[in-house]
């Protein structure tokens, strides 16, 4: 099936610094999604991509589309203590959507 | 505007029994996905309801299983409950399928 790679399983950052993480898969996917996931609720959307190339910001968040449709990273700049969280990186190829294990983020203010 | 809504938001079941969970998805949407998720790991696909039937289904036993009802809204049934089926449970609702999904806020299954 379609895995996900993502990485790093978790960092612990200060406030302030910049993040990046990324996610790799041996199939292409047609769309890219970041998500963020607090403690006990569901995941928001944060970043859709629907073209390789494609580079994409909300905010201090800014995602890139890999060009081979097999990666994306998500970047967070100026972390901030509200940026805590388990962010997930998505892919969907045709009707099928899947989920890479999660990038837990601390950020020591 | 509601998003996509769960119910109950936790429950404790006990070995063997039966658990229907339920979901009503954002407005304007007719596709809803249910995901298992186990502390620390990413969700996991169970299936997609669509037009009132299962267009896709994960890597999970029969004892899980779905419907869902013309007004969009969807359940989801596990029998015989293990465990290991102990985990966040999240629907999840486009717009016709291989679309972007809205996640509701879970819920929190525990079988003792």
């Known amino acids: 099936g379609q895995q996900l790679n993502q990485s790093p399983q978790s960092m612990f950052i200060q406030e302030g610094e910049d993040v990046s993480m990324n996610c790799t898969s041996s199939?292409?996917?047609?769309?890219w999604l970041w998500y963020k996931q607090d403690p006990g609720e569901g995941p928001v959307l944060l970043i859709a991509?629907?073209?390789?190339?494609e580079l994409t910001s909300n905010g201090r968040l800014t995602a890139q589309f890999g060009i081979t449709r097999k990666d994306s990273f998500l970047n967070i700049s100026a972390s901030i203590p509200s940026d805590v969280g388990i962010y997930f990186c998505?892919?969907?190829?045709?009707?099928?959507?899947?989920f890479g294990a999660g990038t837990r983020l601390t950020v020591k203010p | 505007d509601a998003g996509v809504t769960q119910s109950p938001t936790h429950l404790i079941k006990t070995r063997g029994q039966q658990v229907t969970l339920r979901c009503s998805p954002k407005?304007?949407?007719?596709?809803v996905s249910w995901y298992q998720q186990a502390l620390g790991q990413g969700p996991q696909f169970i299936f997609q309801?669509?037009?009132?039937?299962?267009?896709q289904r994960g890597n999970f036993p029969d004892r899980f299983s779905g419907h869902q009802f013309p007004n969009y809204s969807s359940e989801l049934n596990v029998n015989a409950l293990l465990l290991g089926d102990s985990a966040l449970y999240l629907c999840?609702?486009?717009?016709?399928?291989?679309?972007?999904?809205?996640f509701g806020q879970g819920t929190r299954l525990t079988v003792v």
């Open positions: 999840a609702s486009s717009y016709g399928t291989g679309t972007i999904a809205f």
């Open positions: 199939s292409i996917f047609n769309t």
């Open positions: 991509l629907y073209k390789a190339g």
């Open positions: 998505a892919g969907i190829y045709s009707r099928d959507m899947r």
């Open positions: 407005s304007g949407h007719d596709t």
């Open positions: 309801y669509y037009e009132e039937e299962e267009r």
